[in-house]
């Protein structure tokens, strides 16, 4: 099987009797779920003071790999017949619904780099919960 399809197949969650789809959208929701954890508790000035840093790093190494699947989803979407054509299959892909909440769950985490400092919207990773329904 092409690697291309294959790792659409996993990313997507197409084939719900794979086992290497089943692990990863397992591992997937997982980290979404203590992510909304963490963010909750982040909230709380004590919690915040003594696992501050534990936070921070749970969040960059979360938001790395929330990054990681959306590029990964961007370079495989055009094994999908949905989005064929290069740039404009993945242009296609890019503006679908649930594509616009990864982007927008993981952006407010690299805004700072580009002085635009918006990290309280962080919590439009909570908008990756809608990720349930597909699984």
């Not at 692990?23 to 003071?49: Q, Y």
């Not at 999908?80 to 290069?86: I, K, Q, S, T, W």
């Not at 299959?89 to 649930?98: C, L």
């Not at 400092?117 to 349930?132: G, M, T």
Request: net charge positive; hydrophobic share 55%.
């Amino acid at each position: 099987m092409h690697l291309r399809r294959k790792a659409w197949e996993i990313l997507d969650f197409t084939r719900r009797d794979d086992r290497a789809s089943r692990r990863f959208a397992t591992v997937m929701l997982a980290l979404i779920f203590l992510n909304v954890i963490a963010v909750v508790a982040g909230s709380v000035r004590d919690v915040e003071a003594r696992w501050g840093a534990f936070l921070h790093l749970f969040e960059v190494v979360s938001v790395v790999v929330f990054t990681i699947e959306y590029f990964g989803r961007l370079w495989a979407c055009t094994a999908d017949e949905r989005f064929r054509g290069g740039v404009a299959g993945r242009v296609r892909f890019a503006f679908q619904g649930m594509s616009m909440v990864d982007l927008l769950s993981i952006l407010p985490f690299y805004l700072p780099f580009v002085h635009a400092d918006l990290r309280s919207l962080r919590a439009l990773r909570l908008l990756r919960l809608f990720r349930i329904a597909k699984i």
